[in-house]
């Protein structure tokens, strides 16, 4: 099975264990339809949802609206081309890995305290994610009102605590603050600039090696784009949702072009003439 038909189609995660499910025409190379057996059974409707109560969001396997189903969720800011949960008529949607965030949640990084949901639309005090050290006041995050510590829901939720990376033949551990030395000492491998004071970053004690945590995406993912030689640069975990590897037909061109994220390598679009950014289609043949 190849690797990028690992990620499931739904929630964007790898698939680590069975039972899943998995499209019977696999033998087509355009097609790594799978999904865990959890998102194959995910409630079909969601009432009285926290951001947007107004409206009943429905499961939707596609955002009908957008280019290739990519949307940006309305609560962690990320795009995804996963299933949503949405409201067609406003237009709101949230990936699944959203649509079931708690009020309240434990963190390591913060022991012994509950940590309260915090809607940016209510809650207008400025504050600082005490994780990628981003403004609050945009996204949803969660809060510690008796000691002001603040991270947002991606942040808290979506970044594992152990990583593979292919830069390192060890594991690599979250940390949320210095270890060993002082942080002067840190640099990131993947992108060689110094890691800022009390940002989170991914450690491997045994090399002491470290990287941010935008620099440092999963293998999975890591070896989606490297099959064909490319290399990530910087800010990765933007689309950490994102199952790339689709193909797309376009006139002018004979063979398919492949979803594929941007590197800096790449020149500029067929089409317009501008430079590529973020999410592109690139032609694989002879690569």
């Not at 951001?51 to 596609?62: A, M």
């Not at 590897?245 to 376009?250: A, D, N, V």
């Amino acid at each position: 099975m190849k690797r990028i038909q690992l990620l499931c189609n739904g929630c964007v995660k790898p698939i680590l264990t069975e039972p899943f499910y998995i499209c019977n025409q696999q033998a087509d190379e355009h097609c790594c339809f799978i999904l865990h057996e959890w998102c194959a059974k995910l409630p079909l409707k969601v009432q009285d949802y926290m951001g947007h109560p107004e409206h009943t969001l429905f499961l939707l396997p596609k955002v009908p609206s957008k280019f290739f189903s990519v949307f940006t969720c309305a609560i962690c800011d990320l795009p995804s081309n996963g299933f949503a949960y949405g409201c067609m008529m406003c237009e709101f949607y949230i990936d699944i890995n959203c649509a079931f965030v708690p009020e309240k949640i434990t963190h390591d990084a913060h022991p012994g305290h509950l940590l309260y949901r915090v809607d940016p639309s209510i809650t207008r005090v400025y504050a600082i994610c005490n994780a990628c050290i981003g403004d609050m006041s945009d996204r949803w995050g969660f809060r510690c009102p008796s000691c002001d510590f603040n991270i947002h829901v991606g942040c808290a939720l979506l970044l594992y605590r152990v990583i593979k990376h292919k830069c390192d033949k060890h594991p690599l551990s979250l940390r949320y603050e210095p270890v060993e030395n002082h942080i002067s000492d840190y640099f990131c491998e993947i992108c060689e600039h110094e890691l800022r004071l009390w940002e989170w970053f991914y450690h491997c004690t045994t090399c002491a090696q470290s990287t941010h945590t935008a620099c440092a995406p999963l293998v999975l993912q890591y070896e989606q784009a490297t099959k064909a030689g490319f290399y990530y640069y910087a800010n990765v975990d933007g689309f950490r949702n994102v199952k790339f590897g689709g193909t797309l037909m376009i006139k002018g061109h004979s063979h398919r072009l492949t979803f594929v994220e941007r590197i800096d390598s790449n020149g500029k679009c067929f089409k317009c003439g501008r430079w590529m950014q973020g999410m592109i289609f690139k032609c694989l043949i002879g690569v």
